[in-house]
């Protein structure tokens, strides 16, 4: 079982940056594979970025290549989303979650534990 807590959301103006946190707990988040998702009002939840277990592999969607970055420490249970140049477009609920396995995936359904999300919006 793994529990995901998200912070670190809030409200920016277009152009400034912003890190998420999500604290995991559970012994064994160093073997899970983690994302990061996201979801507008009207909209699909969307896959944003993601890690493999160790942190050697990366995935990030297309809409946030070179803006978004994800890392994770798995000393500290914590995986991270650092935000650069948002957008308004980027406005939305974002969500931390986990995979029951060590291989990154795009797929929401492939995630087993999802974080209650945290709010970011950007103003124009």
């Known amino acids: 079982q793994v529990q995901l807590v998200e912070s670190g959301g809030g409200l920016v103006q277009a152009g400034d940056s912003l890190r998420l946190s999500c604290a995991a707990s559970?012994?064994?988040?160093?073997?899970?594979?983690m994302g990061w998702f996201r979801q507008a009002p009207g909209k699909e939840r969307e896959f944003v970025a993601g890690?493999?277990?160790?942190?050697?592999?990366?995935s990030s969607a297309d809409s946030v290549k070179g803006r978004f970055s994800i890392s994770r420490d798995n000393a500290k249970n914590t995986v991270y989303l650092q935000m650069y140049s948002l957008k308004p477009e980027d406005t939305a609920v974002y969500y931390c979650?986990?995979?029951?396995?060590?291989?990154?995936?795009?797929?929401?359904?492939?995630?087993?534990?999802w974080g209650q999300g945290t709010q970011v919006t950007v103003s124009s």
């Open positions: 979650a986990a995979v029951g396995s060590n291989t990154i995936t795009t797929m929401k359904e492939r995630y087993d534990y």
């Open positions: 559970g012994r064994t988040f160093s073997r899970n594979a």
């Open positions: 890690i493999s277990a160790s942190g050697s592999s990366k």
